[in-house]
């Protein structure tokens, strides 16, 4: 799912293609993706964009008489630019929006289509639709504290919710996480003062640091290769890979259809997290320490 730096990338690519260009018109391929109906989306032809946004995982089209087009592409959606007009793809594609300059398709590589696309009007509509979690960029200790402080849950699940962080999902929060040197198992409420500043830090570091790197790395073009997935990453997405930092083989927790990934060296004392199917498969078979499965 694109989060803060994935969503920072859309945003500076989009930016000069579609602010102060009219929206001639949105083509809807797949009607699970369009999620109101008043106003309706034909309301946005021929209004010119006056800005982008972020909201949350959302990105936020900003458009004349006080209207607003919100995209969440959810985890396999993504945006491709294109010469004007061009078809919407049959498999994948959602929807295009056509400009003077060129098409911006939104496509959803998933049989589960989970994308969603918002017709609103006025900042009061759009307020709505934001959880609530702190911009943890523009955040002091003080709100990260008290988002922290919320409800005692573990590190990983604070990070990743949006009431109480906004745009960090799993892959950013495993990367946060393991530079901050504290178990995604850690609870909320019990961060002694200095975790809580190396998280503060982390977090912040983290998501800047990633922002700039994918946009860099872009440069002018459209980014097309948009996934979780960054072979500059420290843990996630490299399991039994060493960690970079330590060398020690990064581990997985798996749960539901998704895992997140840790080093036990940098970040649980060489202790190895309990992976809730598989260890209760294997009971007193689990090992413990890391140096069990080397």
Known sequence: MPEFPEISLYLHALEPRVVGEVLERVRIRSPSLLRT??????????????GLRRIGKRIVFALEDDLFLVLHLMITGRLQWKSAGSAIPKKVGHAGLDFGS?????TEASS?????LHV????EALAALDPGGIDPLAADRAEFDAALDRENHTLKRALTDPHLFSGIGNAHSDEILHRARLSPFQRTRDLDEEERQRLYEAVRTSLREWADRLIREAGDEFPTRVTA????????GRFRQPCPVCGTPVQRVVYADREFNYCPGCQTGGRLLRDRALSRLLGEDWPSRVEEIE
């Open 37 to 50: 109906f008043d106003p309706p989306v034909s309301a946005c032809e021929g209004k010119r964009v006056i």
């Open 102 to 106: 060129g098409t911006l398709l939104i």
């Open 112 to 116: 589960h289509k989970r994308a969603s």
């Open 120 to 123: 609103l009007r006025g900042e």
């Open 229 to 236: 997935f960054h072979p500059a990453m420290a843990v996630h």
